[in-house]
């Protein structure tokens, strides 16, 4: 997969072959791409885990927080009344009188209160119902409420001995009540406010108390049976008094809260408690954030339900934080198997923890892909900087070989001419012609060379300047087919050139445009193969925006370029493996001048080619130019 992969980079960037050494950096490369990619994908996922662990630690804790004030605000009452284990063996009612005054006085909110009975349930023929009254005033007896009734007569029938009574607040089968089974279960209920249970339909606290003798009490003597002190709250209290402002302590003001509360006994609006923005209650009644269960006939704690969890190896991600139970002070009077409890519900104003921490996951996913897209392109850019420096280093290598090479055989050709003139070989004026003829060529050779060298190091400093003027095009061709006339005569070439009658001036350098169309004649001599036709043709081209400019093209029937060659023939030093190979001389310099050369005048170069059939370069310039001096200080070496 990685020889594929480095196969495509190479295709892609334009890299013709590649050295072991080069392969193994790339490779080594996109593997620590790929880890990089995986860690930072795992430490993503990680940190979006850890907030919403964290997110969900707050929210339990707000809820926690809320169900200890609240839990606060029930049991004071409890705790003043000092109703003890010995369920009030040792008090009488004037202690429990004195006591609860004292509660009013010291609480914050006295009227969660509505009220205070004993139930004397020991009295089996005529139970009766005794309120307790401020200062001395002895208890008065009353008439139980109608709503009042069915927790009365669960109290009743569970007031048979304190056993039973600490577990009234257990569902029983209609029938007897299996006394002696009871009796051994009841002991195991016990909590930090031992035998108070908790009515939630009817807002009431309740707890068995030896009997003592009340006002008008006839009775001698009752054995086992039990007594009731029942703690009514004040259900208006708690919803427009203790509710808002336990909210108000736990999440601010309404306009700085984060959160919205709802305390519900069910599942719609009608068995709402409390809620804090009552326009969001259905909504969040569907799907909260979160939930508590403060009040219910559960058997777990939010201690022993961690506890069993982490017992049992579940990491604490796996833990169901949106719906937690809470610590559960009182047990809960069941009047049926599927009895609703009291919840709290609770709602993130900035949306779900849990979409929060995805986008935050999505986010920080995005910034690591542009991240690891940024590492990437830069170890793209050092390869793609390391190849082509090798590459100019081995070309450079290449022309400074091909030009010795060049030197070499002009110099040649002149020494010997030299040394048989100077020897007196040469006889007669036909062959001192002769040689005077070879010696020019040589020269005009050695002096082209020398300029395209002179050139190409010009244009690599930014130091060449071209004047451009208005230019006769048929003049440049034929100066360029003069120039190259003895060498295609002595190759045997044979140039067919076509120029339209009343071509147009261009705007260009004389001088390189010249030089432009004498390097594509070269060229095509030099690739021609066995043919020995060379087509040159100018001609004008209107445009559909009725601009002009003239073309003119260097038609052979050579060799023909490879569609892989042809994206890089313009590049400085480039010779293809074929033409090495052929030993066909040239520097690898005269395509990308003659190129820098057109544009710079603001026309280009465009090649035509096919393997094995020949090429055809065309050089477009526009009829009408820029400006009078234009510096041609573009880097020869970019690509094209």
Known sequence: ??????????????????????????????????????????????????????????????MTDWHLALFREFSSVCVYLLVGPDAGAQDEWQDYQVRLDRWRKK???????????????????????????????????????????IILARLSARSSNLPVALSAWKLQPDGDVLTDLISRTASSTTNALAGWQFDQDRFALVHPIIHHPLPGDVIADVGERVDWIVVTLNPEALKRTVFPSIAREYLGSEN????????????????????????????????????????GSV???????????????????????????????????????EQQPWKLLIDRHAGSPDDFVQRARSRNLVISAIVLLLLAASMALVVITSYREQSLAKAQLDFVASVSHELRTPLAVIGSAADNIADGVVEGKAQLERYGHMLREQTRQLSELVEQV???????????????????????????????????????????????????RVQADAAALTQCLQNLIVNAVKYSGDSRTINVTARLRRSSNASEKVEISVCDSG????????????????????????????????????????????????????LGKGSTFTVTLPVEGHANSIRFSDNISDNE
């Open 1 to 62: 997969m990685v020889q594929a992969i480095l196969s495509k980079i190479r295709a892609k960037l334009g890299i013709r072959s590649s050295n072991v050494l080069l392969r193994y950096v790339i490779g080594v490369m996109i593997l620590t791409l790929i880890t990089v990619a995986f860690l930072q994908y795992r430490w993503t996922t990680e940190a979006a885990r850890a907030t919403q662990l964290k997110i969900g630690g707050e929210v339990v804790g707000l």
């Open 107 to 149: 609480s914050r909110y006295p009227e969660l209160v509505s009220g205070v009975y004993i139930w004397e349930s020991s009295n089996q023929k005529k139970p009766r119902l005794f309120v307790l009254q401020s200062g001395t005033n002895p208890p008065r007896e009353v008439e139980p409420e109608a709503s009042s009734e």
């Open 256 to 295: 700085e809260t984060e959160y919205t509360i709802v305390l519900t006994s069910g599942g719609d609006v009608s068995h709402v408690l409390y809620s804090s923005e009552p326009q969001s209650t259905a909504s969040i009644l569907q799907d909260p954030d979160a939930s508590m269960v403060v009040f």
């Open 299 to 337: 058997s777990e704690t939010t201690e022993e339900h961690l506890g069993a969890a982490l017992k049992n190896g579940a990491s604490l991600g796996s833990l169901k934080w949106h719906d937690v139970l809470g610590p559960l002070w009182f047990p809960v009077i069941q009047y049926e198997a």
């Open 454 to 504: 002179l050139l190409f190091a010009a244009v690599k400093d930014g130091r060449d300047r071209y004047e451009i003027t208005e230019v006769d095009v048929a003049h440049c061709l034929e100066t360029a087919i003069g120039n190259t006339a003895y060498m295609l005569q002595r190759a045997g070439f044979t140039l067919d050139y076509r120029c339209e009658p009343g071509m147009p």
């Open 559 to 610: 060799i023909g370029i490879s569609d892989t060659d042809l994206q890089h023939i313009f590049e400085p030093f480039f010779r293809s493996s074929e033409v090495v190979k052929t030993q066909i001389a040239g520097t690898g310099l005269g395509l990308a001048l003659a190129r820098r050369i057109a544009r710079v005048m603001g026309g280009d170069l465009k090649v035509q080619s096919e």
